[in-house]
């Protein structure tokens, strides 16, 4: 039986995030039921137990300060993966900041490729799909009349399972700092 993968993701539920997710149904369909998310923490095999990665997560989540980011560019992966993302501009250092700090206690591992702050719109399965959906995404994006910002103010630890991807627990952001200041 295959392990589980996990994830940290924070939810984009906001014009952004509406945008992303029409451009994603309509570009590739079979993807339409991800939700838009921003990555903290990759897929990734836990080296202990889901609670034990559940409790770091929440105590080091309870001490971090929400931010905002900005967003910027349509741009792709190729030819390293065919996938279309709108990358982070302001405020990238904060997210490989989280990553690094959150990559402890049972969620270290070997990564295949540098983290790079982005919001997906979408992984095609082929290199000449992500091509094409490109042009459109930056065509649609340039017309993106609303803020191109994302609070990252709560975080979602979640587990694959065959296939699917499954909310295990929310992490809201900043709860240390909440009782430290009554």
């Not at 924070?10 to 990555?39: K, S």
Request: aromatic share 8%; proline share 8%.
């Amino acid at each position: 039986m295959a392990s589980s993968r996990y994830a940290l993701v924070t939810y984009v539920r906001n014009p952004v995030g509406e945008f992303v997710e029409q451009l994603r149904r309509e570009l590739h369909p079979p993807t339409a039921h991800m939700a838009a998310h921003l990555t903290i923490l990759p897929p990734r095999e836990l080296s202990g137990p889901e609670a034990a990665a559940r409790e770091f997560l929440e105590e080091a989540c309870g001490h971090i300060v929400p931010f905002d980011v900005e967003l910027g560019d349509v741009e792709t992966f190729l030819p390293t993966t065919p996938t279309v993302f709108i990358q982070v501009k302001r405020a990238a250092y904060r997210m490989r900041e989280l990553h690094d700090q959150l990559c402890g206690r049972g969620l270290q591992c070997q990564e295949n490729w540098p983290y790079i702050p982005h919001l997906t719109i979408l992984k095609t399965e082929t290199d000449e799909e992500a091509r094409v959906a490109s042009v459109v995404a930056r065509e649609r994006w340039a017309k993106f009349p609303g803020k191109r910002q994302v609070q990252v103010e709560e975080l979602m630890f979640v587990r694959e399972h065959d296939g699917c991807w499954q909310d295990v627990a929310p992490l809201p952001l900043g709860r240390g700092q909440l009782s430290s200041k009554s």
